[in-house]
Antibody, heavy 122, light 106 residues
């Protein structure tokens, strides 16, 4: 199992960023994908998730309206787009697989991407 | 649901037994996972369902608890165990993390 994320981004305040997460080594359509971020020197923050078919999503309330998670089954890729960026969004962004498959949440997040550093700076 | 870990940091020696607590602001049954993170790396799943060891994780790691109070115990610290540990609840959206416990070498 591998989750490979897109490369680092430097963004200006007010812009949007789109990070990709390409999955391999397992049946893509069986597992939810979560997004988690970590600001420099800080802890982990859960951002949201998307179900295998892409029609069920949940976002952290503080990111509602700015966060969009989508998935493309044909390319086995999940995307995280965050808009209206501020310096507070500077962080490493991770995608992670929910190990429980259809039993969401029962087995934790077992495989993680390598992380994508997004820097927001004017 | 808020998760509060204690202590926030901990100094210990190789061979010590240590315990990290995680308290939830409301009941989460056993929908709790523990992760280990080393600097510059993605988190690693150690435990899920509060007390089930993830495949490949050494048996010196044990988890316990249900409802609101949980504990991760490392029975005999090894040099590779010095890292930051996080709990996460997967019972109710948003799936929150604890603030982390940094385990340092004494």
């Amino acid at each position: 199992v591998q989750l490979v994320q897109s490369g680092a981004e430097v963004m200006t305040p007010g812009a949007s960023v789109k990070v990709s997460c390409r999955a391999s080594g397992y049946t893509f359509t069986n597992y939810y994908i979560h997004w988690v971020r970590q600001a420099p020197g800080q802890g982990l923050e859960w951002m949201g998730l998307i179900n295998p078919s892409g029609d069920i999503k949940s976002y952290a309330q503080k990111l509602q309206g700015r966060l969009t998670v989508t998935r493309d089954t044909s390319t086995r890729t999940v995307y995280m787009e965050l808009g209206s960026l501020t310096s507070d969004d500077t962080a490493v962004y991770y995608c992670a697989r929910d190990a429980g498959a259809i039993w969401l949440g029962e087995k934790g997040l077992d495989f993680w991407g390598q992380g994508t550093l997004v820097t927001v700076s004017s | 649901i808020q998760l509060t870990q204690s202590p926030s940091s901990l100094s210990a020696s190789v061979g010590d037994r240590v315990a990290i607590a995680c308290r939830a602001s409301q009941g989460i049954s056993n929908y709790l996972a523990w992760y280990q993170q080393k600097p510059g790396k993605a988190p690693r799943l150690l435990m899920y369902a509060a007390s089930t060891l993830q495949s490949g994780v050494p048996s010196r790691f044990t988890g316990s608890g249900s409802g609101t109070d949980f504990t991760l115990t490392i029975s005999s610290l090894q040099p590779e165990d010095f890292a930051t540990y996080y709990c996460q609840q997967l019972h109710t959206y948003p799936y929150t993390f604890g603030q982390g416990t940094k385990l340092e070498i004494k």
